[in-house]
């Protein structure tokens, strides 16, 4: 196993690598507005997963899908020339699911938002049930006679 630190810093590495040849080496046609988000090494450094994100339909995912595994090859020797392991790791890309669940997190805060604004109108003529002010106070002296 190795230190965690080190497979993070390494990790950082492989990020930069991937996103430095998908923007100047990789010319793949089907590759769309990729941006690399993060690569996670295993504990023994043997295989990575890079996590990426693409704008655009789900045709132009799929097809950047298509493109970085068939680049695969290519930027894992890239990776191991600059990174100069003993064992190269495998690279897996995976997309990235932020972009996805931000989006479902904003809906729920306008759903959220809106809820609390119909509240509000709900509540501009309320008046409390009862007395106004239900609490108890202790008699004063003026109160007794």
């Known amino acids: 196993m190795v230190d965690a630190a080190r497979a993070g810093r390494l990790g950082d590495r492989i990020a930069q690598i991937v996103a430095q040849m998908l923007e100047t080496r990789i010319k793949d046609p089907r590759l769309g507005f990729v941006t690399v988000t993060e690569a996670r090494l295993t504990g023994d450094l043997r ?49 990235d699911a932020v972009p996805d ?10 759903r959220a938002r809106l809820a609390d604004e119909g509240l509000a109108k709900v509540r501009e003529g309320a008046v409390p049930a009862g007395d106004a002010d239900p609490y108890r106070h202790p008699a004063t002296d003026d109160e007794d006679e």
């Open 47 to 95: 295989e990575a997963t890079v996590f990426y994100t693409v704008y655009g339909s789900p045709e132009q995912q799929a097809d950047t899908a298509a493109a970085l595994a068939s680049a695969t090859g290519v930027i894992r020797s890239e990776v191991g020339r600059q990174t100069g392991l003993r064992h190269t790791p495998s690279l897996t890309f995976v997309a």
């Open 101 to 110: 669940n931000v989006k479902h997190i904003e809906e729920l805060v306008d």
